[in-house]
């Protein structure tokens, strides 16, 4: 139990000190995995790069979920049967009930993660959520990485019981970070497994015969450099020397199994269409109106590379009744998430009349999606003056404004063009208190920026419109 404990308690120390391979063997894991993709498989450029970025997601979840701990390891050298026969029971129920549920916790549950994200990506691929599969996948890229690390396979898994203190950083973080220019492998392509669960345990089981070299190679490295200081290079060389080819093996082990783990997961969920997928999961979009003001609400499931939501705003704008969409704000994106956001916008509005709203989901490439519009009977309550902006803005040659009065005004709408000169009187008449719409026709003027004003007993105000042509 100690070691759960420990991890528990100083969860940020040991995120550094028992990281797998550390970050930047994590990263050349993840490297090497879309790699060896079958291209039948058609998998979007985003997935390499997204590998890559969260190849050591796992490792930040420790210090915020007490569950993620033991998914990184197995002291599977602690149980009896495993000595004497080289396996255990790969049933995770009837292991438990041998040893009881807190040994093996506190042993470590790795092979079982492995064989619980697979099964997770499968059913993700099935459901077609390209962003929670690629999270999966970097995930078990991290687990599976871990698999191959001898030291994540042992009780011993930091020296303690040799007198070899550290050696786990030593090993996966000071030797792979000072040598990782020289970790570089080619792989084959992945193939289909068929018992998910028999595979991880025999690579957990082979990761631990190499424990005893890896030891080994520490204890004569520091006796040839003196010191085992992660910072004495003369130490560093000579436990490369020994280990160097053993941490490209089973690093390029890890890879190729990772792209067996996922291929798999992919083969079995029927093979499905990844270029498709909508990389922006958006389960719900709704629209409330409170006194002048519109709140839209929306929710994601899943986002990858969302930069953000364009708001548009339509309305009946012609004698053909079509629905004419203007932008009117923008709410920044989570970037990539699989957790669920929540996002809002509020429009306010003086003019009734029946809207319709749309998002215009934009990713980091530029490329957008629109979702389906939601409709709004909106009835005004004037209470003040006011000028809307026109819409659509920029447009050609028509355009609509809007405005409100709160009192029976005589009301003078007004066009200026840059130099502040008077060129159209859109209408100068005596209303009523309410809202308004008037369409202002510019065949006669030039494309360029200009300045309507509205001026209504004491009230007055300006806003810019612009003119293309």
Not at 453 to 464: D, H, L, N, V
Request: some cysteine; glycine content about 6%; aromatic content about 12%.
């Amino acid at each position: 139990m100690k070691k759960i404990l420990t991890k528990t308690a100083v969860a940020i120390v040991l995120v550094l000190m028992f990281a797998g391979w550390g970050g930047t063997g994590h990263k050349i894991i993840n490297t090497n995995i879309a790699v060896c993709f079958p291209a039948s498989m058609n998998v979007p450029t985003t997935w390499s790069p997204f590998l890559i970025a969260h190849a050591s997601d796992p490792d930040n979840r420790k210090g915020t979920d007490p569950t993620e701990s033991p998914r990184h390891f197995i002291d599977i050298d602690s149980y009896p049967e495993f000595v004497a026969n080289d396996s255990i029971n790969r049933d995770y129920n009837a292991f438990v009930a041998l040893h009881g549920s807190s040994t093996v916790i506190s042993n470590g549950i790795l092979p079982w993660a492995i064989v619980r994200w697979e099964d997770s990506l499968k059913r993700a691929f099935q459901q077609g959520n390209l962003t929670l599969a690629m999270q999966l996948s970097a995930d078990l890229g991290h687990y599976v990485g871990d698999g191959h690390q001898p030291l994540h396979c042992t009780e011993n898994y930091d020296g303690a019981m040799t007198n070899q203190s550290g050696v786990h950083s030593r090993y996966e973080t000071s030797l792979v970070g000072k040598y990782q220019t020289s970790i570089v492998y080619t792989n084959d392509l992945a193939t289909y497994v068929s018992d998910v669960s028999s595979y991880a345990f025999n690579f957990i089981y082979l990761s631990n015969k190499y424990v005893d070299s890896t030891l080994y190679s520490d204890s004569v490295a520091t006796a040839f450099a003196g010191t085992n200081s992660s910072k004495d290079t003369v130490y560093l060389k000579k436990y490369w020397e020994l280990c160097g080819n053993q941490i490209i093996y089973l690093m390029k082990n890890a890879s190729r199994a990772t792209a067996d783990i996922i291929y798999t997961a992919w083969i079995d969920a029927g093979s499905p269409n990844l270029s498709g997928t909508n990389p922006v999961e958006l389960v719900s979009f709704t629209a409330a109106v409170s006194k002048n003001i519109i709140n839209l609400n929306w929710k994601t499931a899943t986002e990858l590379n969302n930069t953000g939501f364009d708001i548009e705003r339509g309305s009946a704008n012609n004698s053909d009744g079509d629905i004419i969409y203007t932008k009117i704000g923008f709410v920044k994106g989570a970037g990539n998430s699989i957790a669920t956001n929540s996002y809002s916008y509020s429009d306010k509005m003086n003019i009734s009349g029946k809207y319709y709203y749309k998002l215009k989901q934009v990713d980091n490439d530029g490329s957008f999606k629109l979702s389906a519009a939601v409709e709004v009977n909106f009835n005004a309550q004037v209470n003040s003056f006011y000028l809307d902006q026109n819409y659509p803005n920029p447009f050609n040659p028509s355009t609509t404004i809007a405005y409100s009065l709160p009192e029976a005004s005589n009301v003078k709408l007004s066009v200026f063009n840059v130099l502040g000169q008077q060129v159209k009187i859109v209408e100068n008449v005596y209303k009523n208190a309410g809202n308004y719409k008037v369409t202002l026709n510019a065949n006669d003027l030039n494309s360029g920026i200009y300045f309507y004003k509205i001026e209504a007993g004491q009230f007055s105000q300006i806003r810019k419109m612009i003119l293309i042509k």
